[in-house]
């Protein structure tokens, strides 16, 4: 049983999210605050973490940041704000998802589904490519920039990975939005377009391998 610690200063929400993990048989812990968050997490194997941003004491983002530095656990930041620096902020703590309230408790449970089915491993032969300078190992998860690593966050990596597998096949947001971060209609155009932004300026010189299709999405090309 996957085990969510649900963290937010507000009982009402912490009850609800709770109700429905435990009816989607996941095994849930709670925290009104950063540090009780990070006091569980360094006490308990958490699979998954659902985190508010606003809370007194210890912040949601603050909370995040102590807990990567131990852990790597999958997060859903929750937010009463829909503010991009906030998103962009969050996703470059490598933050998973993003959800701004009021929010569906059936689409937290949607998204924490297809969070927790990306992390399982899976088997598969070494795969490695080469794009003049920039080399990309699909089985290392990891992206060198003209013999530099460049430090991505999971989700870029993610993007990245899908965008070269289907090299020259234009995709849509929706269809990214769907395939990547694993849920239908849920997400927004401009979240694709925030981590486009942050994966380009990683990438440097070599940004333009992925182009935008106005109106449409985006694809890799050579």
């Known amino acids: 049983m996957k085990k969510i610690l649900i963290v937010d200063d507000e009982k009402e929400i912490r009850n609800v999210l709770r109700e429905y993990a435990q009816f989607n048989d996941y095994e849930t812990y709670e925290a009104s605050d950063g540090f009780e968050a990070v006091k569980i997490v360094k006490n ?40 991009e620096y906030d ?26 589904t297809a969070i927790l089915k990306r992390k399982q491993p899976a088997k598969q032969l070494h795969e490695k490519v080469v794009f003049d ?30 965008l070269v597998r289907n090299k020259g096949v234009a995709m849509s947001r929706e269809k990214l939005l769907s395939d990547v971060w694993g849920y239908d209609f849920f997400g927004e155009d401009r979240t694709v377009d925030t981590h486009i932004k942050m994966l380009r300026s990683n990438l440097g010189k070599y940004r333009d391998y992925i182009i935008t299709l106005r109106g449409m999405g985006y694809k890799f090309e050579e």
């Open 133 to 162: 300078g920039l080399e990309i190992d699909l089985t290392g998860r990891t992206v060198t920039v003209d013999g530099k690593r460049a430090d991505l966050t999971p989700k870029e990596y993610e993007l990245l990975f899908y």
């Open 87 to 112: 998103k962009l902020f969050g996703f470059e703590l490598g933050v998973d998802d993003y959800v701004t309230k009021p929010f569906s408790p059936k689409e937290i449970i949607a998204r924490i």
């Open 44 to 83: 308990t194997e958490i699979d998954l973490i659902i985190m508010d941003i606003m809370m007194p004491g210890l912040d949601g983002f603050s909370a995040v940041k102590e807990i990567k530095k131990h852990k790597d656990i999958p997060t859903i930041m929750l937010s009463a704000r829909g503010e």
